[in-house]
């Protein structure tokens, strides 16, 4: 729920809902500047004092503006935008920025949709905004459109299309595309089709450019870090002599679908996913939210769906009913609300989750949700008042692009929560369960069964008819009610300590009764909420094989047993009622506890933490039923081309007895309960050799006090788990599979080799290293030789690890393979080559970004200190990252590039189309 009410929020202006009668209007957020040109270009400002800057240019024109011979312009234009203006040629705005520590990808980028294409640019200040006002005012009238450009583009192009378009796509995209059969949106794809891309000139792509890059179809959105009547004047002078055909501005808008919306009854899994069933509730015509009583209503649909899946879980789980995952979300239907709960699960349990559905949706259309589960959902949506402000100028920037979508810009956040805690406040559990019983009509239903790949569907239409069968008749009442848990308190309540160390400013070490470390971080800006990690070694890397298989079996296991004499679905109540998180992760050298709390609740989350480690039980059935499903998962992914490969390949670098090694069926089948036991006894079973790491904005006192009084009685006698070095096939391998169903190869070259022991001058000068040598790799082998669309490198040595990977990887036309291999020693030539200083400094100052960024994230800081700390790295690296990263020059950087392949072992892995004459012969001839 913490996750889903999060996702709530930010679609606040997003989700349509049925037009209401007139009530107060939403107020945006007098932050904005707007200001509207006479070309009817407009902008809009929020500046945030001493911040970074992001700048986001809109243009109203997507693939559904293209006529049939035009298909896929729209998003080419966006491409070419990156490869050639008249203030920035061929792909110089890359190293423009780059200058001052922007990278391509998170920092600056594109994406073209059915009627927006939008323009992403992220500056670490806004030193830049000169050049930045620049570029965006070339792309709207000065791209160069070179036609030597746009052919090498197509190749790229290509690459996109390769890279998306796979045979086995998700269930979840094939019922999209049933679900809007004979809409544009299925035939309309942002990515063009073969014979337009490959017929695509300069000359036809601009006249599609001049045609729809008008002012008036264009928005500028800048916030952070800016003086807003200075940069009012650099706009106004730079966008008013933009060329435009109407100077009023026009709207984005999208074609409706037809209201007569088609469901399929049935639909395949890719091998490898789960079957589902879908149920889909259309709610009537779709509108914008403008006002305070619209905005009510949607956020009460958005409860009682909450409210569906809340009753599945708890009424699942009391049952035994072994499930994949129960989610809601909202269908993309232009013009019309339709809203979906999914449940996903093993093929031989599809007629028992049918009939629980049935008899769940009747129990709530017919008795409504209980006054325990109506009071359980307002206590959850009201523990997160004020916990989703937007306050960095990335989140109010991809704000306002969401609510740009609408025509809007985003509400006042203070007006936004007065209104929630408003609509919380007077929401009655009777009108509640009328919407729930309106949304849950059996008319207003439709069932999507979604079967295994290769399993017979004969059985469908009984089972949907089976189901509106049960779920038409009188549903049976079901009082859920939650016990009013109290968590016992520690026998011993450990006093302060004698001594806390500042060690730097904001951080803060002392060292519990129980001997156990405390590093806390105190956060120097508002987030309301406390991140806590107890983190030791060990990991994958101390476990055995069957250990492994076990430990995939764990989680399930003990998520459903009881906690001390509380009850499993009590206990994960009392959690999400206050919107705690407690997770526990195992990575390959290490394993914690990883606890996220709003700071109302710190004291009650710390101590369920305790409680939860030192009296969790497993649960023998739950793990019968996780054994099942992930035998049936595993069978079915071992059928799967994908799944074939990806196993020989890790087959080929890593023997069996490796914790990269991957698992079988047979792995898993050897694992007994007893197995899971010993499994949490090794990793979890008290916290001994463990080390806490707390980042808050609460202050040392509060911290201090909570965390020694509620951990520091905990028993840390478990033994130390000491990491084991991995170990690799030293002979090398090549695997060649020809799997693939669709017409392309993936080629993927590993290199290993041995390393020096890390220390924070390598970690950080290997982060800079492998900036510059994706950007070289990229430079040959997408822009010079338009191989791959996306191709991928990277080089790490992970911590705690004796040996470096280094991994290239491309997808490309199955014609191109022998020039790939062709190229090899040049691209290993230029990987090698000297780092200039240019290169150092772009990298240097991508990673003083990405650091200062960190510095903003409670969850990534809290990630970093509890990294840094446990390798012995040094948390400067996370406090004064400047420091380090000036003392890495370009000859360190050279030297680490000449090491990469240098008595390495190399791993080829190739993927070929499975039948290479018969696919696709248009698209292959037409590259």
């Known amino acids: 729920m913490f ?31 707007s200001v509207t040109l006479a070309n009817g270009f407009q902008y809009h400002l929020f500046p945030i004092e001493g911040e970074n800057v992001e700048i986001r240019l809109v243009v109203n024109v997507g693939s559904l503006n293209e006529e049939d011979n035009e298909r896929g312009y729209a998003h080419f234009i966006e491409h070419m935008a990156f490869n050639g203006t008249e203030r920035f040629p061929n792909n110089s705005v890359f190293d423009t920025f780059a200058a001052v520590g922007v990278e391509f990808g998170p920092d600056i980028n594109a994406v073209t949709d059915y009627g927006r294409t939008i323009y992403q640019l992220s500056l670490p200040d806004n030193g830049s905004t000169q050049q930045a006002l620049a570029w965006f005012r070339d792309i709207g009238d000065g791209l160069i459109l070179d036609p030597q450009e746009v052919d090498s583009e197509i190749g790229v192009i290509f690459g996109e299309w390769r890279q998306d378009n796979r045979s086995d796509a998700s269930w979840q995209l094939k019922l999209y595309d049933t679900l809007l059969a004979n809409s544009p949106y299925v035939v309309r794809d942002p990515i063009g089709t073969d014979s337009t891309l490959t017929e695509a000139t300069a000359d036809k792509l601009r006249a599609f450019y001049t045609k729809w890059y008008q002012a008036n179809r264009m928005q500028l959105v800048v916030v952070g870090g800016i003086d807003v009547a200075n940069l009012s004047q650099k706009i106004d002078k730079a966008f008013a002599s933009l060329p435009s055909n109407n100077a009023k501005p026009e709207l984005h808008q999208l074609d409706e679908i037809d209201a007569n919306i088609l469901y399929p009854l049935t639909l395949y899994a890719p091998q490898g996913e789960s079957p589902a069933v879908v149920l889909s509730f259309p709610d009537g015509r779709q509108n914008a939210i403008n006002t305070l009583r619209e905005q009510r209503e949607m956020w009460l649909e958005w409860m009682v769906l909450d409210a569906i899946q809340l009753r599945l879980e708890e009424q699942f789980d009391r049952a035994g009913v072994s499930h994949n995952g129960i989610y809601n979300s909202v269908a993309f239907t232009p013009g019309y609300d339709v809203y979906e709960l999914v449940v996903e699960f093993n093929n031989v349990d599809r007629q028992f989750i049918l009939d629980e559905l049935a008899r769940n949706m009747a129990s709530l259309r017919d008795h409504g949700a209980s006054r325990g589960e109506f009071s359980a959902l307002l206590e959850q949506y009201q523990a997160s008042i ?40 007077t929401l009655s559990f009777d009108a509640f369960n009328s919407r729930l019983a309106k949304l849950l009509s059996v008319p207003h239903q439709a069932v999507t069964l979604v079967y295994d790949n290769g399993e017979s569907i004969s059985d469908a239409e009984a089972l949907k008819r089976r189901y509106f069968a049960d779920a038409g008749k009188r549903g049976e009442n079901v009082n859920v009610a939650y016990l009013d848990v109290e968590i016992p308190q520690p026998e011993t309540f450990s006093e302060g300590v004698e001594a806390v160390n500042e060690r730097h400013d904001s951080l803060f070490e002392w060292q519990l009764p129980n001997g156990l470390p405390v590093m806390f971080y105190q956060m120097d800006r508002p987030t309301y909420e406390s991140y806590v990690v107890l983190q030791a070694k060990g990991g994958l890397s101390v476990l055995s094989r069957t250990e492994r298989a076990a430990l995939d079996l764990l989680f399930e296991t003990y998520r459903t047993g009881n906690v001390g004499n509380i009850e499993a679905f009590d206990f994960s109540h009392y959690l999400e009622v206050r919107s705690i998180s407690i997770e526990p992760e195992v990575f390959n050298k290490s394993h914690n506890f990883a606890l996220l709390s709003p700071n109302e609740y710190l004291p009650e989350a710390l101590n369920a933490l305790r409680y939860l480690i ?19 998962r595993v069978n079915s992914a071992e059928s799967s081309p994908y799944d074939v490969f990806g196993r020989a390949s890790l087959d080929a670098i890593y023997p069996s007895d490796s914790y990269e090694s991957p698992l079988s069926a047979e792995d898993y089948e050897s694992v007994m309960f007893n197995d899971v036991k010993h499994v949490y006894q090794k990793l979890f079973s008290d916290v001994g050799h463990f080390s806490i790491y707390v980042v808050s904005d609460e202050s040392l006192g509060i911290v201090e006090s909570m965390v020694t009084g509620y951990l520091g009685s905990m028993t840390t006698q478990r033994q130390e788990t000491k990491p084991v070095l991995n170990r690799y096939n030293r002979d090398g391998g090549r695997v060649v599979k020809h799997l693939s169903p669709e017409y392309r190869t993936y080629v993927e070259r590993v290199f290993v080799s041995e390393a020096t022991p890390r220390t924070l001058n390598l970690i950080y000068a290997e982060d800079m290293l492998n900036r510059v040598l994706q950007s070289r790799y990229n ?9 791959s669309y996306d191709p991928y490198f990277s080089s790490w040595t992970r911590d705690g690890e004796a040996f470096s990977v280094t991994s290239l990887t491309a997808l490309i036309s199955p014609e191109k393979e022998k020039q790939l291999e062709s190229l090899w020693p040049e691209i290993q030539g ?9 290169e150092r400094d772009n990298a240097a100052r991508q990673l003083s970004s990405d650091m200062y960024d ?8 809290v990630g970093a200190l509890a990294r840094y700390d446990l390798w012995g790295y040094g948390v400067e690296g996370v406090l004064y990252p400047d420091e380090i990263i000036y003392q890495i020059d370009e000859g360190m950087l050279t030297r680490l590039a000449k090491q990469l392949f240098d008595g390495s072992t190399l791993f080829e892995s190739i993927l070929r189309p499975n039948n290479l004459e018969t696919q696709q012969p248009e698209i292959k001839n037409a590259l």
């Open 854 to 861: 960190i510095s903003n994230d409670g969850l990534y800081m």
């Open 3 to 33: 996750a889903r009410l999060a996702t709530t929020l930010a679609l606040l202006l997003v989700v349509g809902c049925s037009t209401l009668t007139l009530s107060p209007a939403l107020t945006t957020d007098p932050n904005w500047t």
């Open 614 to 632: 030192e009296k969790i039980e497993p649960n023998n059935e739950a793990f019968s039923r996780e054994k099942a499903r992930i035998i049936h």
């Open 386 to 425: 004020n916990l989703y402000e937007d306050y960095l100028p990335i989140e109010i920037a991809e704000t306002a692009i969401q609510d740009l979508y609408l025509n809007r810009l985003p509400q006042d956040d203070r007006e936004q929560n007065a209104n929630f805690e408003g609509f919380l406040n």
């Open 779 to 787: 430079n040959l082998v997408r822009e010079k030789h338009a191989l």
């Open 830 to 838: 230029a990987l090698t080559a000297p780092v200039s200083k240019r």
